[in-house]
């Protein structure tokens, strides 16, 4: 059985009919409903919210891992658990620096 993230049940919640009180309350419905204490949920809107930015290009790598208040090698392997690549490169410009990188060095 998958097991499901925090942030896919955050995703459904929020698509999913939920009372039309104030935002406040809407929070602490979801921290009782998730049945999450209020740091990890925190901590998880926090990467929710950077995965986001990147993804929409509104935030480079580096600004995308600290608002998720992690370091780049944490935030990438969080990315690459979720099936998210943190890079777009066509196959020819990853071609172009396979080969650069192949290039040897003047010194």
Do not use: W
Request: some cysteine; aromatic content about 4%; proline content about 5%.
């Amino acid at each position: 059985m998958p097991t499901v993230s925090l942030g896919d049940k955050l995703s459904c919640m929020l698509e999913n009919s939920v009372p039309e009180e104030d935002l406040e309350t809407k929070l602490e419905y979801l921290i009782l409903t998730l049945r999450e204490q209020p740091g990890e949920l925190a901590q998880e809107m926090r990467l929710v919210a950077a995965i986001h930015y990147l993804r929409e290009k509104r935030l480079s790598l580096g600004q995308a891992a600290r608002l998720a208040g992690m370091n780049h090698l944490d935030f990438l392997a969080a990315l690459a658990a979720r099936g998210i690549p943190a890079f777009e490169l066509s196959a020819e410009d990853a071609a172009a620096e396979i080969t650069a990188e192949q290039r040897p060095r003047s010194l």
